[in-house]
T-cell receptor, first 114, second 109 residues
Framework: DVKVTQSSRYLVKRTGEKVFLECVQD?????MFWYRQDPGLGLRLIYF???????EKGDIPEGYSVSREKKERFSLILESASTNQTSMYLC?????????????FGPGTRLTVL | RKEVEQDPGPFNVPEGATVAFNCTYS??????FFWYRQDCRKEPKLLMS???SGNEDGRFTAQLNRASQYISLLIRDSKLSDSATYLC??????????FGGGTRLMVKP
């Protein structure tokens, strides 16, 4: 069964803290994605990766960075968390070949920045 | 104008009803279209792709109208378990998937 896991379901951090969100997939997918989901705005792509050590900016990369050292793991980093980064963060993965292959999502991390 | 627009709802319908949602998109170069379903407090999952000729999967029918730039999802004989948020998703060449804000459906007994 396809599985994408995220390190935390809920996280509360303070403004200025460095935050790490981890995502692991067990499907040997090449593509991995980080989105944030806010009411009325839908899912917005932050960063994605087509391969190990490779990363591309999505629509809203400001304030975020990513790391992909291993194929199965894709990390999202908030260098200095701010209150406007309070959101639901969703990781996804898909097979290579076409970016519009079905994306499989993790359960999400609800991050609150105080 | 948003790239993908959906009526957020909620659409409240009784069990057994037929319900339809539309989704409009602004980029005429959009190539591929999908409906994803997201249950409350859960992750999105692919429901179905939308083909130019229209396609059906059991009680669900998806249609694409390129001339008017919208896609639709029709659900027949609604079940309580159909209650969810339905996300319109499209793909443009050279870009990633773009998600709409979702339409919330509530099926009541």
């Amino acid at each position: 069964d396809v599985k994408v896991t995220q390190s935390s379901r809920y996280l509360v951090k303070r403004t200025g803290e460095k935050v790490f969100l981890e995502c692991v997939q067990d499907m040997d997918h090449e593509n991995m994605f980080w989105y944030r989901q806010d009411p009325g705005l839908g899912l917005r792509l932050i960063y994605f990766s087509y391969d190990v050590k490779m990363k591309e900016k999505g629509d809203i990369p400001e304030g975020y960075s990513v790391s992909r050292e291993k194929k199965e793991r894709f990390s999202l980093i908030l260098e200095s968390a701010s209150t406007n980064q309070t959101s639901m963060y969703l990781c996804a993965s898909s097979q290579s070949g076409r970016p519009y292959n079905e994306q499989f999502f993790g359960p999400g991390t609800r991050l609150t920045v105080l | 104008r948003k790239e993908v627009e959906q009526d957020p709802g909620p659409f409240n319908v009784p069990e057994g009803a037929t319900v339809a949602f539309n989704c409009t998109y602004s980029n005429s170069a959009s190539q591929s279209f999908f409906w994803y379903r997201q249950d409350c407090r859960k992750e999105p999952k692919l429901l179905m792709s939308v083909y130019s000729s229209g396609n059906e999967d059991g009680r669900f029918t998806a249609q694409l109208n390129r001339a008017s730039q919208y896609i639709s999802l029709l659900i027949r004989d609604s079940k309580l378990s159909d209650s969810a948020t339905y996300l319109c998703v499209l793909y443009n060449a050279g870009n990633m998937l773009t998600f709409g804000g979702g339409t919330r459906l509530m099926v009541k007994p």
